[in-house]
């Protein structure tokens, strides 16, 4: 079965400090990839997507995130993080027979100290 | 374009009561599904709605179910609540049931007493 795995669970940061979150998938075959964002009594909201093409890929906010297909990654960076950044980051893929639906990591709470 | 929209935001019911949950997709959206967040299991699929017909079920019991209106609406059902059916259960909304992004609304929280 398809699984993601975020291993940063929870993660604190000064700003201006540089981001990197990890996602590593398991699927052989062709994968699409999300980075989400839950913010403090916020809805889940999408960052980023990678479906094809270029593999390093941009995002709202500054974010970005790099396919790396032959490590089955997809880490979120971000140069410099804000106080405003303070959230939890979801990692999901969606696959081969099971492309209907999204199969989240565990997620990573991150907390930017002023 | 409006979101995702869900009501109620927030419920609280006895364990063996039933409750009823309403997603209002993204206008245009003809796919909507649900997802169950926990802090212990994280965020799981329930289930896909698409043309007013369940196409995809997670791995969740009976006591789990849903429809989907004319309209797209859905709506989903917990009969014999128990405990641990506290949760945050999502609506995300896509425009197809192939491989796109999700949009999610802001959730039903859940309690169960």
């Known amino acids: 079965a398809q699984s993601v795995s975020q291993h940063n669970h929870h993660v604190i940061l000064s700003e201006a400090a540089s981001l990197e979150l990890g996602c590593n998938y398991s699927?052989?075959?062709?994968?699409?990839l999300f980075w989400y964002v839950q913010y403090p009594g916020q809805h889940l909201q999408l960052l980023l997507k990678y479906f094809s093409g270029d593999p390093l890929v941009k995002g709202i906010k500054g974010f970005e995130a790099e396919f790396i297909k032959s490590k089955f990654s997809f880490n979120l960076r971000k140069p410099s993080v804000q106080w405003s950044d303070t959230a939890e980051y979801f990692c999901?893929?969606?696959?081969?027979?099971?492309?209907?639906?999204?199969?989240f990591g565990s997620g990573t709470r991150l907390l930017v100290r002023p | 374009k409006a979101g995702v929209t869900q009501t109620p935001r927030y419920l609280i019911k006895t364990r063996g009561q039933q409750v009823t949950l309403s997603c209002s997709p993204i206008?245009?959206?003809?796919?909507v599904s649900w997802y169950q967040q926990t802090p212990g299991q994280g965020l799981q699929f329930l289930f896909e709605y698409f043309s007013e017909t369940q196409r995809n079920k997670g791995n969740f019991p009976g006591r789990f179910s849903g429809r989907q209106f004319s309209n797209s609406r859905s709506e989903m059902n917990v009969s014999t609540l128990e405990l641990g059916d506290s949760a945050l259960y999502l609506c995300?909304?896509?425009?197809?049931?192939?491989?796109?992004?999700?949009?999610f609304g802001p959730g039903t929280r859940l309690t169960v007493t």
């Open positions: 699927y052989g075959g062709t994968v699409n």
């Open positions: 206008s245009g959206h003809r796919s």
């Open positions: 995300a909304s896509k425009p197809g049931t192939g491989g796109y992004e999700q949009y």
């Open positions: 999901a893929v969606n696959a081969g027979d099971s492309s209907y639906k999204l199969i």
